[in-house]
């Protein structure tokens, strides 16, 4: 069964962006960077990183210059937070019922983004607390 994997640098423990899908430790070695290891652990490369002294995650602002968004990277921000809330919309629909309204609109909000002024600068929306 494969497990998703996350590879950070050896040095700063700042993440790359993305992930793979690998099934065993071997193709894991045969597939991280170089300079860089790989983990399980399930962190958010844009706010966290690995502090490679304790093995443990810790919060982290990534410098201003990172955070400006290519439109490319923006939508695949947004795609990823649109996904991360899909159990959400199958929860609901699983039960016979409505997706709750602040979910509902949190969705909707994000695939509105890269409409709004000053784009792929504009603050993404906040999710609503967990149903």
Known sequence: MNKTWLFYDAVSGVF????????D??????????GHVATDMDADPWTQRMDVATGLLVPYQRPAVLQVLDAPTARAKRDELLAACDWVVTRAYERGQPVPADWATYRQALRDWPSQPGWPDAPLP???PAP
């Open 16 to 23: 790359r962006p993305g992930s793979m899908s690998l099934p």
């Open 25 to 34: 430790e071997q193709t894991v070695a045969d597939n991280t960077p170089p």
């Open 126 to 128: 906040s999710p609503p």
